[in-house]
């Protein structure tokens, strides 16, 4: 079925996600079915998102009659027996396989035949997923970041039974919404999630050898990498029980390839409850009158901390590249678009030099002994090469 703008727009579950994935639709004029069990929540939806259009009209950013407009087109529901008027569904409910199969079964016997179904998982398997399904190559994953309205990026990812047609149809949908579309084969992260893991694996570790302190980490990543923000920032602003769930998954998924291994100091600040900003506090002090301390603005150790961080990021790009989960381009456009890198990895890699990027890999794996820091095979038939990713 081709989508346009008067394709009727079904999303399950008003929760963060939901709620945004239903604002960008009915922006894009289309009619949206929002669908959640727990009526608290449909509240909660309906008003959060009225706050925001509200906020919109204040900064002149649309008139009132706009955001009326865009509010009206969002039905909130506690059925769906309208989704039979979908031409797409978004599912956006807990990260839950059973609870998202059950969910799917259920939509799948109210919807027309043609109608597509998207789930927006961060760390299942399209393909678990659509083992729920009768007609499984209309279904495919579709990831938008959070907050959705406002960040560009939003990964495909067909499942093995995704018809083609499905997925052009679904990409045209979401381009059309002004969104950059990267194409990633349905494996654990996708791209963005994946390629990733470093960034706070990496920091963490240089945390528990005692090379430096978070704020100091921070620092040299903002200050010297041109990061929008720190590993550590970043993941008080995630939350540590939600970013250590997805190492945790990832790893797993990798058949605990020790590349993604979890960090016992980020799971102590989730036993302990230091959730990060949502909880007052995490690596940093949120709470009133808090002091928190300084980083060491030490040139030279900054650099160590950029560059092991920045060639273990590089490897895992490599690693999406050698194994085919997207292209070079897309690997790229995701890092850079989806959690806002500064440049992208594999662009950034070029730029560096490979041999340089591969004799540091080397060195890591030399000092640790560790499987964790060996070098990609793809970096290194490049360096043999002479060649480069672009
Ligand atoms: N939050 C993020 O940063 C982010 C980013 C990308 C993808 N995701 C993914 O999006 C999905 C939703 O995440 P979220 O952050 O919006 O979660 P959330 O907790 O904000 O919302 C989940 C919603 O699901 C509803 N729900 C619970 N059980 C349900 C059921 N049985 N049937 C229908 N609805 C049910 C809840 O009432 C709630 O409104 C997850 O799969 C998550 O992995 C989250």
Redesign the pocket.
């Given at each position: 079925m081709s989508l346009n703008q008067s394709t009727i727009v079904g999303v399950?579950?008003?929760?963060?996600?939901?709620?945004?994935i239903a604002q960008i639709a009915a922006t894009h004029k289309h009619q949206v079915y929002l669908?959640?069990?727990?009526p608290e929540?449909l509240k909660k939806?309906e008003e959060g998102l009225t706050g925001i259009l509200q906020r919109q009209v204040q900064k002149e950013r649309m008139t009132q009659n706009e955001g009326d407009e865009i509010l009206s087109r969002i039905h909130f529901v506690n059925h769906i027996n309208d989704f039979s008027k979908c031409g797409i569904v978004f599912?956006?409910?807990?990260?839950?396989l059973q609870?998202?199969k059950?969910?799917f079964s259920r939509v799948e016997a109210m919807v027309s035949k043609d109608t597509l179904l998207a789930?927006?998982?961060?760390?299942?398997s399209i393909a678990s997923i659509s083992s729920a399904l009768k007609r499984p190559n209309r279904f495919l994953g579709i990831?938008?970041?959070?907050p959705?309205p406002l960040m560009k990026l939003v990964e495909m990812i067909p499942g093995i039974l995704t018809d083609d047609q499905i997925l052009n149809n679904a990409r045209s949908l979401i381009d059309s919404w002004g969104k950059t579309t990267v194409l990633a084969k349905d494996t654990p992260g996708f791209i963005v999630n994946r390629v990733a893991r470093p960034f706070y694996g990496e920091a963490l570790r240089i945390i528990e050898e005692g090379i430096a302190d978070h704020a100091t980490i921070d620092w040299a990543m903002k200050e010297l990498g041109g990061f929008k923000m720190g590993p550590f920032e970043l993941m008080d602003l995630?939350g540590h029980d939600?970013n250590y769930a997805v190492t945790e998954s990832v790893f797993k998924e990798f058949y605990f390839d020790p590349r993604f291994k979890p960090s016992f100091t980020q799971k102590r600040l989730v036993e302990a409850g230091m959730l990060g900003k949502k909880s007052g506090i995490g690596f940093y002090d949120y709470r009133e009158n808090a002091k928190n301390r300084a980083p060491d603005r030490d040139h030279d150790l900054g650099m160590v901390i950029l560059n092991r961080i920045l060639v273990m990021l590089i490897n895992e790009a490599a690693d999406a590249l050698f194994m085919n989960i997207a292209t070079a381009k897309d690997i790229d456009l995701a890092m850079t678009s989806g959690v806002n890198y500064p440049k992208g990895l594999l662009l950034w890699a070029d730029e560096i030099g490979l041999q340089k990027v591969l004799t540091q890999l080397e060195n890591l794996q030399k000092l640790y002994g560790e499987d964790r820091y060996r070098p990609n095979p793809l970096l290194i038939k490049k360096v043999k090469e002479k060649s480069t990713f672009y």
């Open positions: 399950i579950g008003a929760g963060t996600m939901g709620s945004g669908f959640d069990p727990f929540q939806s599912e956006a409910i807990i990260e839950d609870t998202k059950d969910q789930t927006n998982t961060s760390s299942l990831h938008f970041f959070n959705a995630i939600v």
